[in-house]
């Protein structure tokens, strides 16, 4: 099991799952028609990966984006990001339609609001040696503590993003050509984390709280489908914000959908056990594990990181 199970995506080619185990500093694949498992330890926290359409992955640690050709195999820094790694670090992230990858990041003191979005563009490498890297959003465009649920819309005119701790999913209108953010408005905010409440609140009703925004998917009917850490349940909500359908799942922190399966319709959700009570464990002992339930809508395939090689 993960201690903080993070970006998880459906591999087309090689009909594997692949996830972050966060805080284990892992990368995790499995078969799962075969039932095999493959770790792959790493040096530091992978926040976030994506396969890339050369082979290999692309993954934000700790310390930089890196490149791996292969599985396992060495890995070569792209890029470094601005921000103090002692107290910082990658968070959620993916690519989007053109290859480009986005990665945001997260304080660890959960004290500043100082977290961003960037975007790394590796497609031009091949001529410049160097990928780019921009600042989509940052703290003095909306300030936030923990990036999370980074999606886009099937059209790819809608990019999604969230803050954790402010319970807050925002929508902006993307330019995918000129790779350009407007209109940025509210998309969801759900409601506080009740005063004293307690990761051993285990009662039915969970004392109230149903969670925040953690990361999320979009399907190809444009909905938007988002893990509650804490609130013990996954909820779909319409392009208009409406909220459409919540799923409970069997433990407390779900962190993150995806769709994967070859009809794109199984909902794969990781999970954290980190820093979680010995109660909620006892109660949930699939914390931390991959959960999965098949839906009726397809969602939308997994989008591959380009750096201009063959």
């Not at 940025?184 to 109230?208: C, H, I, M």
Request: charged letters at 20%.
């Amino acid at each position: 099991m993960a201690a903080l199970g993070e970006s998880p995506f459906w591999h087309p080619q090689e009909q594997m799952l692949y996830w972050v185990d966060i805080s284990g500093k892992q990368i995790l694949r499995a078969n799962i028609d075969m039932g095999t498992l493959e770790t792959w330890d790493l040096p530091g926290e992978p926040g976030c990966i994506a396969p890339a359409a050369s082979g290999g992955l692309v993954m934000a640690l700790r310390h930089g984006v890196f490149r791996a050709q292969t599985w396992g195999g060495p890995l070569q820094l792209l890029a470094t990001l601005d921000y103090d790694p002692t107290h910082m670090r990658a968070n959620d992230g993916k690519c989007d339609a053109l290859g480009r990858f986005w990665v945001g990041t997260i304080d660890e003191t959960r004290t500043l609001h100082n977290a961003a979005l960037f975007c790394i563009d590796g497609r031009d490498m091949a001529n410049t040696g160097a990928a780019q890297v921009h600042c989509m959003v940052g703290p003095t465009d909306q300030p936030a503590t923990t990036a999370n649920g980074l999606a886009w819309s099937p059209d790819n005119g809608t990019l999604y993003w969230a803050d954790t701790p402010s319970h807050t999913v925002w929508a902006w209108d993307h330019d995918l050509a000129t790779n350009s953010l407007s209109a940025q408005r509210e998309f969801v905010r759900f409601k506080a984390k009740p005063e004293g409440w307690l990761t051993d609140t285990l009662d039915a009703s969970n004392g109230g709280y149903r969670g925040r925004p953690d990361g999320a998917a979009v399907d190809v009917q444009g909905n938007y489908w988002v893990a509650m850490f804490e609130g013990r349940r996954v909820c779909q909500f319409a392009p208009d914000g409406s909220l459409l359908a919540e799923f409970a799942v069997p433990l407390q922190c779900p962190t993150m959908p995806c769709f994967g399966g070859e009809d794109l319709k199984t909902l794969y959700l990781t999970s954290a056990r980190h820093h979680r009570s010995a109660t909620e464990l006892a109660a949930y002992p699939r914390s931390g594990s991959v959960l999965s339930m098949r839906v009726e809508v397809a969602g939308l395939p997994v989008n591959f990181f380009q750096d201009g090689s063959a």
